[in-house]
């Protein structure tokens, strides 16, 4: 087809009629043709998304427990939150930080409010958070705590995962997110997850901040012991060290609470939030935090092109609302209480451990357990996950789903498992 063929073709037809006149595999050629290897997709494409279900072009339907990591706790297309961006497309989508915007005033508000925080910075994507919570800290320890110019250090615990810059992979424990991609910046220590005394043994006259995940969701939903929150905020306030949340995956009522830390007292003086913040429909994302660290930014400290564009804004304030109004982190815990006992009562031999805190679950399954065969069982019976490390496979289904649905997950978890056992026997 000539260039200008394929354009006009793109003009007249329409994004979507094309899209929808792929099949599975044509879209699986173009997508490894045209686009760098740096994911290794499920072997199925979703055609069309409805709340907790997927569909492939061919119709088939799949529980998605993936939930975009996080990212679709209102189920896909919620339809409140898709007329609120409808109806901002008929108003304004995009300006600069150069001016003033009444969606970012209002989103500000909401989100200040939502998380009880004083101040806040938006941004686009989870891994744009935690760059800027480092970059606060990092100024909060020069300006404010004293420590000698680039000197500051941040305590991050191994296992970790808060995106993919080069400084976030820089302080990974993972091997393959580093290798080939230095050098690093400096400034991190790395010490266990889980443990306090750890802590405390790094922490020196320079450290500015704690970054941590209440859960660490990519290293196999691992919950640290009862109190460690709670104590590493005691340690943060005697040692005038901040405490940095890292809530991108269990914020927004993903554990059962609108924030992980709220299972505890241990409240942040800066918070990373992203994925459900934008509804399921954009990248949104934000620092929350103290006003007495936020304001450590001054005019061209740092900032983004699309970070508290109008309708982000929109869709962001609409997402808060809706998941107060609906009380997604109530339903969050009820149905990841059922989710978890359903999974524990098939007592399969297949499985080691199932974990969590409410929809935010991990399926730990036996060592010897062929995982890929697995995967496709899980696809085979309608679901959608994935696995993490240490053969633990995720469970992030939306917030929106109803006790049926959870049942079903269940029942077809079971089917999944009984169907990899076959395989094991037969080979």
Not at 16 to 42: G, K
Not at 88 to 109: I, K, M
Not at 159 to 187: D, L
Request: aromatic letters at 8%; a negative charge; hydrophobic letters at 40%.
């Amino acid at each position: 087809m000539e260039d200008q063929d394929y354009w006009r073709r793109i003009r007249e037809d329409g994004v979507q009629s094309l899209a929808a006149s792929l099949t599975a595999r044509q879209t699986e050629e173009l997508v490894n043709r045209w686009c760098t290897h740096n994911y290794h997709p499920l072997p199925v494409t979703i055609a069309r998304a409805e709340g907790a279900w997927c569909f492939d072009p061919d119709g088939r339907a799949y529980i998605d427990c993936i939930g975009a990591y996080s990212a679709v706790a209102h189920g896909h297309l919620s339809p409140f939150l898709v007329e609120t961006a409808r109806r901002q497309l008929d108003v304004c989508a995009l300006t600069s930080r150069a001016v003033y915007s009444p969606e970012l005033a209002l989103f500000l508000e909401g989100l200040c409010r939502f998380t009880e925080c004083d101040m806040a910075c938006p941004m686009n994507t989870g891994a744009e958070a935690v760059e800027t919570a480092i970059k606060l800290a990092r100024k909060w320890a020069y300006t404010r705590k004293g420590v000698p110019d680039d000197q500051a250090q941040i305590i991050v615990s191994n296992g970790n995962f808060h995106g993919r810059t080069t400084t976030i992979v820089g302080f990974s424990s993972e091997p393959a997110y580093k290798r080939h991609f230095g050098p690093f910046t400096p400034g991190f220590v790395s010490v266990s997850f889980g443990e306090i005394e750890a802590i405390e043994a790094a922490i020196t006259p320079n450290t500015a901040a704690i970054l941590l995940e209440p859960i660490q969701a990519e290293a196999g939903i691992l919950i640290p012991p009862a109190g460690y929150m709670a104590a590493v905020r005691k340690l943060c306030t005697e040692r005038n060290v901040l405490l940095i949340w890292d809530e991108i995956q269990t914020g927004f009522g993903r554990t059962g609470k609108d924030f992980a830390w709220r299972h505890e007292d241990a409240r942040p003086d800066l918070i990373c939030l992203g994925k459900a913040l934008g509804g399921g429909l954009l990248p949104v994302s934000a620092v929350a935090g103290k006003r007495n660290v936020m304001e450590v930014f001054q005019p061209g400290d740092h900032g983004s092109t699309f970070g508290g564009n109008p309708l982000a804004c929109a869709v962001g304030l609409a997402a808060l609302a809706e998941m107060r109004v609906l009380g997604l982190p109530e339903r969050s815990y009820i149905l990841g209480e059922r989710l978890k006992n359903g999974l524990v009562a098939l007592e399969h031999p297949s499985v080691l451990e199932v974990r969590g805190r409410g929809l935010l679950v991990g399926l730990e399954v036996v060592e010897g357990t062929e995982t890929t065969v697995l995967t496709q069982a899980f696809l085979d019976t309608g679901i959608l996950t994935k696995e993490t490390r240490n053969r633990t496979f995720r469970f992030a289904p939306p917030l929106t789903i109803d006790k049926a649905l959870v049942d079903e997950i269940v029942q077809r978890v079971r089917l999944a498992l009984d169907a990899a056992d076959v395989h094991r026997t037969r080979v």
